[in-house]
């Protein structure tokens, strides 16, 4: 069975929708963060900083900066764990470059993180709009495996969660068949898809899981880009793989210089991995995906995290047969250009009116 939904909802009785978001900020994460702060309806009630990309201090830190260069510099940002379940973080990943923004310099915030962590805050964010939450998670899972253990009725409390992980029936990025996400902490996604199965939540909501299969089709390009940018009113230069290595973004718009200068950095190094110059839009899909899962065909399968293998840990080992009781929906098919044309009509306006308010 494959289903899209759609929100239906009429303008006139759209609600605000609460949006708690756990990132590992990363080039693609800050995008996700952009769109759901640039998002109609919307409210970015917290946002959990995980290890992953980037060590946590630096993905709290450009959490902030982000926040701070949006205009939005009061919603509470919290400190993850700097360990995953079981041991030590992996490495930082190479193609979102040292900060975790590429060549983007964020402005310095003195805006200060949550005195309680991200685990507790996911709990709280849960608690106080049960029902109504919509959780996004774009970087391991660490915390919220962590927040399960402290209240295992999350799941009840959520309206809906959105996962960016794994790789269904296809290759991997971080070995030959795990996805970076799921491999930084296999044990909290193994967890997580434990806790959120249909007897407790219903079938229909079942985490949505957005795979590099999926994701692998949202390739962002500089033609995107410059579309952008016109869309914030802002001068451009279209990037090119031709150009200087590095060279800055002289946009007039400051968020689409920064956007600019991040995606630089990530068309290179994906570039340099053999994908040519484009890069893939994994965050910012599932961001897209949480408030409009009608963006995404979806199918329910039995997914089951690999712990053991020597070749394949991390792996997430998917079973479509319906013997079992499927535990997620998969998204399986995306109209790629239906997000974009999203993206750009929500960010590219956005981004003008931080510069008339600057
Ligand atoms: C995921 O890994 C990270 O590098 C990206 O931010 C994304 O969340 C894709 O595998
Ligand atoms: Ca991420």
Request: hydrophobic residues 40%; charged residues 20%; glycine residues 8%.
């Amino acid at each position: 069975m494959r289903h899209r939904s759609a929100e239906t909802r009429p303008e006139s009785v759209r609600k605000v929708r609460p949006v708690f978001v756990d990132v590992d900020t990363g080039v693609d994460d800050a995008l996700a963060l952009v769109y759901l702060l640039a998002s109609p309806d919307t409210e970015v009630v917290g946002i959990a900083s995980t290890g992953g990309n980037v060590g946590v201090e630096q993905v709290c830190e450009n959490n902030l900066g982000l926040l701070k260069l949006c205009g939005v510099p009061g919603i509470p940002v919290s400190r993850g764990s700097d360990r995953t379940l079981t041991g030590p973080l992996r490495l930082p990943s190479k193609v979102h470059g040292p900060r975790g923004l590429g060549y983007a310099d964020l402005p310095r915030s003195d805006g200060r993180l949550t005195d309680h962590d991200s685990a507790t805050a996911w709990v709280r964010a849960a608690r106080a709009h049960p029902g109504e939450l919509i959780g996004v998670a774009t970087g391991p899972l660490t915390n919220l495996a962590l927040a399960l253990r402290a209240e295992p009725a999350l799941p009840t409390l959520l309206h809906r969660l959105v996962i960016m992980g794994g790789s269904y029936d296809h290759r991997g990025n971080t070995t030959p068949v795990a996805e970076w996400n799921i491999s930084v902490d296999p044990e909290a996604a193994a967890e997580v898809l434990a806790a959120w199965t249909a007897d407790v939540v219903g079938p229909q909501r079942l985490a949505i899981l957005c795979g590099l299969d999926l994701t692998r089709r949202v390739a962002m390009t500089p033609d995107h880009l410059a579309r952008l940018a016109a869309a914030a009113g802002s001068t451009t230069t279209v990037l090119s793989p031709s150009d200087e290595r590095g060279t800055r973004s002289r946009a007039s718009n400051p968020l689409i210089r920064v956007i600019e200068d991040a995606m630089r950095f990530y068309l290179e190094a994906y570039h340099d991995i053999g994908h040519g110059y484009e890069a893939h839009m994994h965050d910012p899909l599932a961001a897209a995906v949480a408030l409009e899962p009608g963006l995404v065909t979806t199918a329910p399968a039995t997914v089951d995290i690999e712990l053991t293998g020597t070749l394949t840990r991390a792996m997430t080992v998917t079973d479509w047969s319906g013997v079992r009781e499927p535990n997620a929906l998969i998204g399986v098919d995306v109209d790629a250009a239906a997000f974009f044309d999203r993206f750009i009509e929500r960010v590219g306006p956005f981004a003008q009116r931080l510069s008339h308010n600057a």
